[in-house]
């Protein structure tokens, strides 16, 4: 396969919806993106602006990313395996060997971590307003000391569920 269908593929991926399938009682299912929510309604984004939907009228919604989450596990798993077995032939077998080697992981982790951050976002927004109690987030943000090490450059995960 070459690359060029790789990162076309790829890009399909990554390019999924972040709107959230909303199946209501008595209504025609609403693909949306949700922004907000109150103890009676959720509110969606629409070409017409922020529409809201009453809480009471929704009987399931399927939330983005899910897709992209199970897709990039795989990868990720598929690549930690890759590297353990890989790894040591990199250096008698080169640089393209070494490419292959570690490219599963490096594209699984950022595609598991979208698909996740963009259900939760939008389990989230659904759920403001709902039960305050009970909001999650999540936020990766750049770190200039990891672990005690100063100008170690790394990457922090950190949420409320």
Request: proline share 7%; charged share 15%.
């Amino acid at each position: 396969m070459s690359f060029k269908w790789f990162f076309l593929c790829l890009a399909f991926l990554t390019g999924c919806s972040t709107s959230a399938n909303i199946t209501r009682h008595n209504a025609p299912e609403i693909s949306a993106k949700i922004v907000g929510g109150d103890g009676e309604n959720i509110y969606v984004e629409s070409p017409t602006g922020r529409q809201p939907i009453r809480r009471s009228d929704i009987a399931d919604v399927d939330h983005p990313g899910d897709a992209a989450a199970v897709i990039g596990g795989v990868l990720t798993g598929y690549g930690a395996v890759n590297i353990v077995m890989g790894a040591p032939k990199c250096e008698s077998e080169g640089a393209a060997f070494c490419t292959g080697v570690f490219a599963p992981a490096a594209i699984g982790i950022p595609l598991m971590l979208w698909g996740t951050i963009v259900k939760m976002n939008s389990v989230s927004a659904m759920n403001e307003g709902a039960d305050p109690g009970r909001s999650a987030r999540v936020l990766v943000l750049p770190t200039h000391q990891f672990a005690g090490q100063p100008k170690t450059p790394g990457v922090s995960v950190v949420g409320t569920f």
